[in-house]
């Protein structure tokens, strides 16, 4: 049988497959050459800037009594793959915190889930999460909404690619993909847009 971990892990993931609506928007970033390091700090705190531009994304919703909270706070469920199983541990108030400070505490949370330290308080209450694939392969996905969030962001493995600058000339660079899942029963089509699109400006904000 399933140990524990996994069997949880099994139970959520059927949960979301059976009460969410997906769907998934793909898009990629400009980080600029040399700007691999750091990305998942970098990527918490978009995801605080989308959450202000579009606040619909940071929401819990319960499809029982089709009711909908919306949050202030960004509470941020981090993706830790590990050796017996997935775990989503939360870095609580990432809205408050600067980017020096996001790292560490990232570190701390997979340490934890690691090492089988993770608490009850260290596991609870994510309004949005963020799934770092790329960090060991693949480029997009479709990553799954564990309810009640409405929303999970997942960064795919940053490749060198070509844009154009502003005279329309090619210039290399390191583009970041981003697979953008939300429930569809209270997500419109527009509002995850403006979401994904507030993901992109804030990490080639940062990138400049």
């Not at 400009?30 to 940071?58: C, D, F, M, S």
């Not at 949370?109 to 690691?114: D, G, K, S, T």
């Not at 660079?173 to 089509?189: A, E, F, N, Q, Y």
């Given at each position: 049988?399933?140990?524990?971990?996994?069997?949880?892990?099994?139970?959520?993931?059927?949960?979301?497959?059976?009460?969410?609506?997906?769907?998934?928007?793909?898009?990629?970033?400009?980080?600029?050459?040399?700007?691999?390091?750091?990305?998942?700090?970098?990527?918490?705190?978009?995801?605080?800037?989308?959450?202000?531009?579009?606040?619909?994304?940071?929401?819990?919703?319960?499809?029982?009594?089709?009711m909908r909270r919306l949050h202030d706070a960004v509470h941020v469920g981090i993706a830790v793959d590990t050796?017996?199983?997935?775990?989503?541990?939360?870095?609580?108030?990432?809205?408050?915190?600067?980017?020096?400070?996001?790292?560490?505490?990232?570190?701390?949370?997979?340490?934890?889930?690691?090492?089988?330290?993770?608490?009850?308080?260290?596991?609870?209450?994510?309004?949005?999460?963020?799934?770092?694939?790329?960090?060991?392969?693949?480029?997009?996905?479709?990553?799954?909404?564990?309810?009640?969030?409405?929303?999970?962001?997942?960064?795919?493995?940053?490749h060198a690619g070509v844009r154009l600058d502003r005279d329309n000339q090619p210039v290399g660079t390191v583009?970041?993909?981003?697979?953008?899942?939300?429930?569809?029963?209270?997500?419109?089509?527009?509002?995850?847009?403006?979401?994904?699109?507030?993901?992109?400006?804030?990490?080639?904000?940062?990138?400049?």
């Amino acid at each position: 049988s399933l140990e524990p971990m996994r069997r949880a892990m099994a139970e959520n993931l059927a949960r979301a497959q059976r009460d969410v609506v997906p769907v998934t928007l793909f898009g990629e970033a400009v980080i600029g050459p040399g700007a691999q390091g750091g990305v998942t700090a970098r990527l918490v705190l978009a995801l605080v800037a989308a959450a202000r531009a579009e606040p619909a994304l940071n929401a819990w919703y319960d499809g029982q009594r089709q009711m909908r909270r919306l949050h202030d706070a960004v509470h941020v469920g981090i993706a830790v793959d590990t050796t017996h199983g997935l775990y989503a541990p939360v870095l609580h108030h990432a809205e408050a915190l600067a980017l020096d400070e996001v790292a560490p505490q990232v570190s701390e949370l997979r340490q934890a889930a690691e090492g089988y330290r993770l608490t009850e308080d260290m596991q609870t209450g994510a309004t949005l999460t963020l799934s770092n694939f790329g960090s060991l392969a693949g480029t997009f996905a479709t990553p799954l909404v564990i309810p009640p969030q409405v929303a999970i962001l997942g960064s795919g493995h940053a490749h060198a690619g070509v844009r154009l600058d502003r005279d329309n000339q090619p210039v290399g660079t390191v583009l970041l993909p981003l697979s953008l899942t939300v429930d569809h029963r209270v997500v419109t089509g527009g509002e995850a847009a403006r979401f994904l699109a507030a993901v992109i400006a804030a990490l080639e904000a940062a990138s400049a």
